[in-house]
């Protein structure tokens, strides 16, 4: 299972508060290549996930992993910065990136890989009009900042819809290895866990 698992580097759930609580996120980047995990994702986002394109760029000169940027993309000017910082994928939001279909084409053209990120049948019909080849069902809503009580059910019920031959990853709400594996059975091809990870109860 390791290797179909991507570790979300979050400092901060606004649900949960303070997720590395004083751990080196270089140390625990080097620990989980080690584990042979598929990649990494770094939250940028600084007001209500505490992150930074620092953590991003050390993160990315530490491990040989496939690192994701998270953040809220509008513009292209966060793409160039993206690929100056040596990530290799692209968070793209259908519900808060109201140009997604041309950033999508753009981050294509700069040799990033755009993850796509849905919530509802509306938006992965949007990821399908757009050629993704990439998707993240977030089983929360991102509109909430996550905080309500998602689960992979929300996976198991759009993977039903996701275009033929599309990359899944099944992101947030996932608990434990029971959730994974279900979202994995469900037909998912990689699992994001990050909450869950940080406070112990999924271990790697």
Request: hydrophobic share 40%.
């Amino acid at each position: 299972m390791l290797s179909k698992i991507i570790i979300d580097f979050k400092p901060v759930s606004p649900r949960h508060g303070d997720l590395f609580k004083g751990r080196n996120p270089l140390e625990v980047a080097r620990r989980l290549e080690k584990a042979g995990i598929m990649g990494l994702s770094v939250v940028t986002e600084e007001t209500h996930f505490g992150g930074s394109i620092d953590l991003l760029r050390s993160i990315v000169k530490e491990v040989g992993l496939p690192v994701l940027r998270k953040d809220f993309i509008d513009t292209e000017e966060q793409l160039y910065l993206t690929r100056e910082c040596g990530a290799k994928g692209v968070l793209m939001i259908c519900a808060t990136t109201p140009n997604i279909a041309l950033l999508h084409e753009k981050a294509r053209s700069m040799g990033l890989h755009p993850v796509v990120e849905v919530h509802t049948r509306e938006e992965m019909n949007l990821a399908r009009e757009i050629g993704a080849e990439i998707i993240g069902i977030n089983n929360r809503d991102i509109t909430r900042l996550e905080k309500d009580g998602g689960t992979v059910d929300l996976t198991a019920e759009l993977i039903r819809e996701s275009p033929k031959g599309a990359f899944i990853i099944s992101e947030s709400g996932i608990q434990n290895h029971a959730d994974a594996q279900k979202a994995l059975d469900a037909g998912a091809n990689a699992v994001l866990v990050g909450t869950a990870f940080w406070q112990g109860g999924f271990a790697v």
